[in-house]
């Protein structure tokens, strides 16, 4: 992907400065309207707002740490590519985690992982989304390393609805997928997670 010399300037800085408050940036929204005028403070505020959530996001996904900063600057540059292309339809977050959904799916492709069974899009969940927190850091860490042995697909389910609290509709506006598929994913995901962590912490799932 051609990068764009004063952008990747800022990317960098933007990695480097620290202690950013999200409670002080402008709306999203907003930041993405100054980045249409092609304004790098408002697109570095905003790289500097999503990078942890999308990071911890991307390493569920490609699986590869080494990789997970060459997604993220992919996927910024798409946005500052293409947020002219927002159109409202969903909100900025979701917008933005769909195209680091699709980066990622892109850079994955460049190496053999297994696939989510095929039937996991076809069967009817039983259960209910779930929507508890994780209760302490005991289960957090249960979690984490349990979520290793799923497939990309089934993490990044499991990330976005535990980590970024989102719901189903929202995730499935993210991965281009219905949202009976989002919520088969969870179910076998839940279940491969009960038989991997054991005893307490595997309560609350």
């Known amino acids: 992907m051609k990068r764009h010399e004063g952008v990747n300037v800022h990317l960098s800085g933007a990695r480097r400065r620290a202690g950013f408050d999200e409670r002080e940036a402008p709306r999203d929204s907003q930041l993405l309207e100054r ?42 540059m798409a946005v500052w590519n293409t947020a002219a292309n927002f159109r409202g339809a969903s909100k900025v977050s979701t917008w933005i985690f769909a195209i680091a959904y699709r980066q990622a799916v892109k850079a994955r492709s460049r190496w053999d992982e297994p696939l989510p069974d095929l039937q996991d899009n076809d069967q009817a969940s039983t259960e209910a989304r779930p929507d508890e927190l994780l209760h302490n850091s005991r289960s957090h860490e249960a979690l984490v390393e349990a979520m290793n042995q799923l497939s990309s697909d089934h993490r990044a389910v499991v990330d976005l609805t535990y980590f970024h609290g989102l719901g189903y509709r929202e995730i499935a506006d993210i991965m281009g997928c219905p949202v009976d598929t989002v919520k088969t994913r969870m179910f076998h995901a839940r279940r491969k997670l009960k038989r991997v962590i054991a005893g307490d912490a595997a309560d609350w799932l």
């Open 35 to 76: 980045i249409t005028t092609r304004d790098l403070q408002a697109f570095e505020q905003l790289y500097r707002h999503y990078q942890p959530r999308l990071s911890r996001f991307l390493i569920n996904i490609v699986n590869r740490p080494q990789v997970v900063e060459e997604v993220l600057d992919d996927t910024m």
